[in-house]
């Protein structure tokens, strides 16, 4: 009778999971599919490379992943994975701007700021690849079990556990500091929404008085909190959400730029140039 009662208890939440999990995961993928990051940038992955190579470009850096070479990238963050040899071979698990927010709740700045200085790192050691891979086949598993009402909590946490994982070998390896002020965590984070809802506003000082705070004050946390300056962080959201609107809409450049408030769509078409090295057009092409 208890039992029966919990089961209808449980089935009168909300579970997250009935609906759309904003996790995915693929297990031994071979060359590019379609389900394979391929400068996705509304998306973010965690990918870990078992064979053959690929070339990675993340932030205007190249490197060229190889065997058990993994991969972590934030939504938002600008990259492609390109030029995979016959033998590439990959795992990976997925996640969309909301679960990647819960799995990192309370994650200090220095672990994304470690992650945008060293997006790759080697699995050399046998346990760690095997500690890794267990999470991912585990994730993959409930991936598949559309029939449990808490799919979507229990890859939440699995999700955590291994961005847990990664962070302390983070912290082991490279003595990072996992301490600083939460007024300033506060300050970064309404920011960052402050950027993401207001993509027309492209100037430090602007966010710097909405948020009572001097310019070089706003500028001194954002490079402390994410690696990049205020004004890195504001043009690479602007590039974010241009290349999604040219990707997922059929707004021509001088609707995009009326719709940003760029003046004019030769200053948009000069904006993205410059932060690219892509013309707009060349972008297009490539979608």
């Known amino acids: 009778m208890e039992i029966l009662n919990i089961k209808k208890d449980l089935m009168d939440v909300p579970f997250a999971g009935r609906e759309s999990s904003g996790i995915g995961v693929g ?8 389900l394979l990051p391929t400068a996705d940038i509304r998306g973010g992955y965690i990918l870990i490379c078992h064979s053959g190579a690929a070339d990675f470009e993340y932030s205007h850096t190249k490197y060229r992943v190889g065997s058990r070479d993994v991969i972590i990238v934030f939504p938002g963050d600008i990259y492609t994975l390109s030029n995979t040899t016959e033998e590439f071979c990959c795992s990976w698990v997925s996640y969309n701007p909301q679960s990647l927010d819960e799995a990192l709740y309370n994650f200090p700045s220095s672990f994304f700021r470690h992650i945008a200085d060293h997006p790759i790192y080697n699995l050399s050691d046998n346990d760690e690849y095997s500690n890794r891979m267990e999470y991912l086949k585990i994730l993959g598993s409930k991936f598949s079990d559309h029939d449990n009402i808490c799919r979507y909590e229990i890859m939440l946490a699995l999700l955590r556990s291994l961005f847990m994982e990664i962070f302390n070998r983070i912290v082991r390896n490279f003595r990072i500091n996992t301490s600083e002020p939460k007024h300033r965590r506060r300050i970064l984070d309404s920011f960052v929404d402050l950027v993401s809802a207001n993509p027309q506003c492209r100037e430090v000082a602007t966010f710097a008085e909405k948020l ?16 990049f300056t205020a004004k890195e962080f504001i043009d690479r959201n602007a590039i974010t959400v241009i290349k999604q609107l040219l990707k997922t809409t059929d707004l021509s450049v001088k609707q995009i730029a009326e719709r940003l408030e760029y003046t004019g769509s030769s200053n948009l078409c000069r904006f993205f140039k410059d932060r690219t090295d892509t013309t707009i057009s060349q972008f297009k092409k490539g979608c």
Do not use: A, F, Q
């Open 27 to 34: 297990l031994y993928e071979r060359g590019i599919s379609p």
């Open 212 to 227: 009572c705070i001097t310019p070089k004050y706003l500028s001194s946390i954002v490079l402390d909190g994410t690696g």
